[in-house]
């Protein structure tokens, strides 16, 4: 089973990079970047350390439903602040469990206090899908005999 590291390896070679915003940035900033960017949620960064995160679900949530402007509002307001993160010695079977029952669908990982990247559920499921099929491919192989 690989490990967070293993992933953030093979997402760095796809060049894929974490966006990040500050607490005091507007929601307008978040919702552009993350437009841009085709993402659906951001890590909240002040000084180097990962103070909260900023979805898709929060902008619904706490912005449309309550009437808020996205413009005059600052990320700070209706991030989620208790966030659950991973060090990257840890494996994608246990990340899933963490992102299953917590309801998440994104995992920042920290290591010594500074984010290294970003997990999505659909990271996990993608590479749980992978040793799954060498899986089945080893098996068969040895089923034939080879």
């Known amino acids: ?4 590291a293993d992933l953030l390896k093979l997402k760095a ?4 990079q974490v966006h990040t915003i500050g607490p005091d940035q507007m929601v307008l900033d978040a919702l552009k970047l993350m437009a841009e960017k085709n993402i659906g949620a951001l890590p909240v960064v002040e000084d180097g350390a990962v103070v909260g995160i900023i979805s898709e679900r929060d902008y619904a949530r706490k912005v449309v439903l309550q009437g808020r402007s996205s413009v005059g ?9 208790k966030v659950i993160t991973v060090d990257p010695h840890k494996q994608v079977d246990a990340c899933m469990n963490i992102m ?10 920290v290591e010594d206090g500074q984010l290294l990247g970003l997990l999505s559920i659909g990271d996990l499921v993608k590479e749980a899908i992978a040793e799954q099929a060498d899986l089945i491919r080893q098996l068969e192989q040895y089923i034939r005999g080879e």
């Open 13 to 16: 070679q796809h060049h894929q």
């Open 1 to 4: 089973m690989k490990t967070v």
């Open 100 to 109: 299953t029952d917590s309801h998440l669908r994104h995992l920042p990982v």
């Open 73 to 81: 509002t600052p990320v700070s307001a209706i991030m989620s602040a």
